[in-house]
């Protein structure tokens, strides 16, 4: 069983950064798939961001591109998700994932999920 605790969420006003730590109690993540999701009340989950196996692979949602860069350092077991220029639309819970396989944007494809750590945004 997979598990993954993630944190490093907050309040920020509009225009900054925060970074979170997706950290997982697997010894291997290296053999994971990784995503970052986001779920807004009264919304659907929606897709952030996904890194490859060793890192050197990655893809964002048009929304947050330029702005998010997700990485992950295999030997501490750890994805990050660094946010920079903040915009109020991305208030939410955001949450890790990990899968076998190949990378995906979708959601139903993750196996693993962490509880979630709230973003806000002030405007």
């Known amino acids: 069983q997979v598990q993954l605790v993630e944190s490093g969420g907050g309040m920020v006003q509009a225009g900054g950064s925060l970074r979170l730590s997706c950290a997982a109690s697997?010894?291997?993540?290296?053999?994971?798939?990784m995503g970052w999701f986001r779920q807004a009340p009264g919304k659907e989950r929606e897709f952030v961001a996904h890194?490859?196996?060793?890192?050197?692979?990655?893809y964002y949602a048009d929304s947050v591109k330029d702005r998010f860069t997700i990485s992950r350092d295999n030997d501490k077991n750890t994805m990050y998700l660094q946010m920079k220029s903040l915009k109020p639309e991305d208030t939410a819970n955001y949450y890790c994932?990990?899968?076998?396989?190949?990378?995906?944007?979708?959601?139903?494809?993750?196996?693993?999920w962490g509880q979630g750590t709230q973003v806000t945004v002030s405007s």
């Open positions: 994932a990990a899968k076998r396989g190949v990378n995906s944007y979708n959601a139903g494809d993750y196996a693993y």
């Open positions: 890194i490859d196996y060793s890192g050197g692979g990655t």
């Open positions: 697997i010894g291997a993540i290296r053999t994971y798939v």
